[in-house]
């Protein structure tokens, strides 16, 4: 069932650097992504249930398995076959949506499912919020804990997080991580942004990129629904600021996970990871006590594709 993942020291790549680093392995996490535990929000429910693709849909399909509801997961035309024969053998009907900005809620509508849309939902929330918690608990001392880094593209865990950690570690940063082609871009955001100095290289290898990468997931996440969602209505301050990484930063982040974890992370991992080691080699951990402070990248999911690998090995 759902369970506390692991924190691990990150032994060799603190080595090059003046904190403690660590990896919040939510890729241990049953259905690989802590988006299983969207099951609070499904365990009263008798009716079908429609998600967004991507992590959402492997969870609600486990979670509706768990919780042994019938589940009508809605997918887009960019997931993979594999991906969706994954959701079919877990019993699970998987109905392919259109273009049209309108194909979910119609969708939905038309199968009269139920609409759950996860930066509006407290129960999801809370769910992915208990990330942040158990590292909060992990940590030796959370005084010390610098900052939280968290891709900026994995379904509302980032938000998440930083709502349960304003709340208990206000001292705490909560990052973002993300790669976007255009520096205009980033004035959408509703938070500053640390842009790299070079000019931003924006090829994600195929390998890493699970279904969402296509989709406007930041704007939709962070900008079109900014004064309307829970997240603002209960904090509107959780993310301190993005860091922008390069694909270079992201391919050696996924090198050094694996050196530390004989794993391959996929995008969202990796872009935690970059994020925290840019952060790490640009800035300064001793305090007055002369101790080194720490820093912890969630690892949010595992989706990669194999077949393409060797453009990043």
């Given at each position: 069932?759902?369970?506390?993942?692991?924190?691990?020291?990150?032994?060799?790549?603190?080595?090059?650097?003046?904190?403690?680093?660590?990896?919040?392995?939510?890729?241990?996490?049953?259905?690989f992504s802590p988006h299983v535990k969207i099951y609070a929000t499904l365990h009263d429910l008798n009716l079908t249930n429609w998600t967004l693709p991507g992590q959402y849909a492997?969870?609600?399909?486990?979670?509706?398995?768990?919780?042994?509801?019938?589940?009508?997961?809605?997918?887009?035309?960019?997931?993979?076959?594999?991906?969706?024969?994954?959701?079919?053998?877990?019993?699970?009907?998987?109905?392919?949506?259109?273009?049209?900005?309108?194909?979910?809620?119609?969708?939905?509508?038309?199968?009269?499912?139920?609409?759950?849309?996860?930066?509006?939902?407290?129960?999801?929330?809370?769910?992915?919020?208990?990330?942040?918690?158990?590292?909060?608990?992990?940590?030796?001392?959370?005084?010390?804990?610098?900052?939280?880094?968290?891709?900026?593209?994995?379904?509302?865990?980032?938000?998440?997080?930083?709502?349960?950690?304003?709340?208990?570690?206000?001292?705490?940063?909560?990052?973002?991580?993300?790669?976007?082609?255009?520096?205009?871009?980033?004035?959408?955001?509703?938070?500053?942004?640390?842009?790299?100095?070079?000019?931003?290289?924006?090829?994600?290898?195929?390998?890493?990129?699970?279904?969402?990468?296509?989709?406007?997931?930041?704007?939709?996440?962070?900008?079109?629904?900014?004064?309307?969602?829970?997240?603002?209505?209960?904090?509107?301050?959780?993310?301190?600021?993005?860091?922008?990484?390069?694909?270079?930063?992201?391919?050696?982040?996924?090198?050094?996970?694996?050196?530390?974890?004989?794993?391959?992370?996929?995008?969202?991992?990796?872009?935690?990871?970059?994020?925290?080691?840019?952060?790490?080699?640009?800035?300064?951990?001793?305090?007055?006590?002369?101790?080194?402070?720490?820093?912890?990248?969630?690892?949010?999911?595992?989706?990669?594709?194999?077949?393409?690998?060797?453009?990043?090995?």
């Amino acid at each position: 069932m759902i369970r506390s993942t692991d924190l691990s020291p990150a032994h060799n790549l603190s080595r090059h650097v003046d904190f403690q680093l660590y990896l919040k392995r939510e890729d241990q996490q049953l259905s690989f992504s802590p988006h299983v535990k969207i099951y609070a929000t499904l365990h009263d429910l008798n009716l079908t249930n429609w998600t967004l693709p991507g992590q959402y849909a492997r969870a609600i399909a486990y979670s509706a398995r768990l919780l042994n509801i019938p589940a009508v997961i809605l997918v887009g035309p960019e997931m993979c076959p594999n991906e969706v024969h994954e959701l079919q053998q877990m019993g699970s009907v998987v109905e392919h949506l259109s273009d049209e900005p309108s194909g979910p809620l119609s969708a939905a509508f038309n199968v009269q499912a139920l609409y759950i849309d996860p930066l509006n939902d407290p129960y999801t929330l809370a769910g992915l919020g208990t990330v942040a918690l158990e590292i909060l608990r992990q940590v030796k001392d959370d005084q010390q804990l610098e900052g939280i880094f968290c891709s900026a593209r994995a379904g509302g865990a980032l938000e998440a997080i930083g709502l349960s950690v304003k709340q208990f570690a206000p001292h705490v940063k909560v990052i973002g991580v993300d790669v976007l082609p255009s520096v205009e871009l980033s004035k959408l955001y509703g938070f500053p942004i640390d842009l790299p100095n070079a000019e931003c290289n924006t090829h994600i290898p195929n390998a890493l990129k699970t279904g969402q990468d296509n989709l406007p997931v930041i704007s939709h996440d962070h900008l079109d629904r900014t004064l309307t969602t829970e997240i603002s209505r209960v904090n509107p301050h959780v993310v301190d600021h993005v860091i922008m990484v390069k694909a270079c930063e992201i391919q050696s982040a996924i090198r050094d996970t694996f050196q530390e974890t004989r794993g391959i992370v996929d995008l969202n991992g990796a872009l935690a990871v970059a994020g925290m080691m840019r952060f790490a080699s640009t800035t300064g951990s001793l305090d007055v006590k002369e101790r080194a402070k720490s820093l912890v990248a969630v690892i949010s999911s595992a989706d990669v594709v194999f077949d393409n690998i060797k453009e990043f090995v």
